[in-house]
């Protein structure tokens, strides 16, 4: 595995995936190894990519400097590995929280950014609300469900303002297109790859969302968006307005997937990322 020195010395892993110029990616959780995007790589095998572990995760090491972990100030280790890479334009993939650091580089490095695609992305560093009603919506539409009545008890404590530990785990369900055994296992898998101290520091300091929204604005770059028929976590009507921050955004909903798309439809996931 190739490794890079971050500006502040933090010694960082990545893994080349395809022989083409890399699109790199950014992985969401917040702060899990890339490795959870394993399936996401191979249900798109004519896309090239740099799979980076950020700092404290997979193989990269644990920086000296805990408050590093912050969205933000991560946007450096994504340039260190831009001009390592011999780039003068990258391809940035982000998914879920990892939004956050693609979304600060763009913002910060236009001239540098080539072509941007966003995987059920995180809304906070650009500000868009989303209301308890928009995931009520989103989350009617699993009635059918063996586990529903139980899930849904859970987010209304959750909306309520009551909820336990516990009933943030029962809402698991919703994040799914299908809540079947392999989903039960990606969630295993995902919490054992996730570094919670660097989760906890990430957005402990978030940009001025308004300055980020009208620097995104500017940009003169193609931006995919796609995200889930079914995720609570963006439901696709905050996506349309998601995709409105940009000049040139192609927003496709994944029918009937929740906010790992790629594993709910693979193809129809394949298909926006070849065209």
């Not at 996506?239 to 192609?250: K, N």
């Amino acid at each position: 595995m190739p490794f890079i020195d971050a500006p502040d010395g933090t010694r960082l892993a990545y893994r080349r995936i395809g022989g083409g110029p890399p699109v790199v990616v950014v992985p969401g959780g917040p702060m899990q190894a890339s490795s959870y995007l394993d399936d996401l790589v191979a249900v798109t095998p004519r896309v090239s990519y740099a799979m980076l572990d950020l700092r404290g995760t997979g193989d990269s090491a644990v920086p000296d400097d805990v408050g590093s972990y912050r969205c933000d100030r991560q946007v450096d280790d994504v340039e260190a590995l831009r001009g390592h890479l011999g780039l003068e334009r990258v391809g940035l993939l982000a998914h879920s929280a990892g939004a956050a650091v693609a979304l600060l580089h763009a913002a910060r490095h236009p001239g540098h950014l080539e072509r941007l695609v966003l995987v059920c992305p995180s809304p906070r560093v650009v500000g868009l609300e989303i209301t308890d009603a928009d995931r009520r919506q989103v989350a009617e539409q699993r009635r059918a469900e063996p586990w529903f009545a139980a899930a849904y008890a859970a987010f209304e404590r959750i909306w309520a303002g009551a909820a336990s530990d516990d009933d943030w785990t029962a809402i698991t369900p919703f994040v799914h297109g299908r809540w079947d055994d392999a989903a039960r296992a990606r969630v295993e898998r995902e919490t054992l790859l996730r570094n919670e101290t660097a989760a906890d520091e990430y957005y402990a300091e978030v940009p001025d969302p308004a300055a980020t929204r009208e620097a995104l604005a500017r940009l003169e770059v193609p931006v995919l968006l796609v995200t889930g028929e079914h995720d609570v976590a963006l439901p696709p009507r905050c996506a349309a307005e998601y995709a409105g921050l940009f000049r040139d955004a192609t927003l496709v909903v994944v029918p009937g997937a929740g906010h790992f798309p790629w594993a709910d439809d693979p193809a129809t996931f394949a298909r926006a990322l070849d065209a």
